[in-house]
């Protein structure tokens, strides 16, 4: 990683207060002053501050049951951003993989990790992400099939992979993608002739939602490596 960012990682200093011990020649690697907050460093490389040796925070992996109302950001904008009330340290270090819409609700992971989200996110592992839709009209007769095909949605070059519908009440389903274009699930729907009300993921990969809105958890060591294996 770049020597600001590991040295903000190991300390409460901001990435601006990082930079300026860098540049000021208050940091070494290795044995050897380096004033170049772009350089790479290993984790496993010897990294001092005034002489005393910084060890990086381990990466955090964490579960969170999002509120409606709430944005996937790090900071507030138009809607309260759903760290807001959580008392999470560092936010600023963390990302969501896979954001959800600020009206929607449900399971959201977190990290500072992101060779572990890139597998939950990239289309090419298959991570499946699971969703409660409520619906404004009965589900056609073979929306299932539709959607197991793929659809071509509106501004796209290729239909979207395969995805399995299982309806619950003609206006209730939960749908099984295993993508993350933008407004997926509402674009989905709106291309064959309904419209979502109501959105909740449930699941994604092997991890459940298992805590109440607002809160959150960290996973365990078994989920976080559930998606490496992916
Ligand atoms: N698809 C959507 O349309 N919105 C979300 O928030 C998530 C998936």
């Known amino acids: 990683m770049r020597l600001d960012k590991f040295v903000c990682k190991s300390t409460s200093l901001t990435r601006s207060d ?31 501050l005034n002489g005393t040796a910084l060890t990086p925070r381990p990466f955090r ?14 900071v507030d904008e138009a809607y309260p951003s759903l760290f807001n009330g959580t008392r999470i340290e560092h936010t600023e270090e963390l990302h969501i993989a896979g954001r959800l819409d600020a009206d929607t609700t449900g399971l959201v992971l977190i990290t500072d990790d992101g060779h572990w989200s890139f597998n939950i996110t990239t289309p090419t592992k298959h991570c499946e ?24 949605l509106q501004g796209e070059s290729k239909p979207t992979l395969p ?40 699941r994604i990969g092997e991890v459940l939602l298992d805590v109440e809105e607002g809160k959150w958890r960290y996973l365990s060591e078994n989920e976080v490596a559930s998606f490496k294996a992916a």
Not at 21 to 35: A, L, M, P, R
Not at 61 to 74: D, E, F, Q, W
């Open 129 to 152: 992400k699971v969703y409660r839709v409520g619906l404004s009209r009965p589900i056609r007769d073979d929306a299932a099939a539709l959607f197991h095909a793929g659809i071509l």
């Open 18 to 48: 990082a930079i300026q011990c860098i540049q000021h020649g208050k940091v070494s690697v290795n044995g050897e002053t380096v004033k170049d907050e772009r350089s790479q460093v290993h984790e496993n490389n010897s990294v001092t």
């Open 163 to 202: 995805a399995e519908l299982y309806i619950v009440t003609p206006k209730e389903v939960i749908l099984t993608i295993t993508e993350g274009k933008f407004h997926q699930v509402k674009r989905m729907f709106s291309a064959i002739g309904n419209r979502v009300t109501s959105l909740h993921r449930e």
């Open 61 to 74: 992996y964490i579960l969170m049951h999002k509120p409606a109302g709430t944005i996937c950001s790090n």
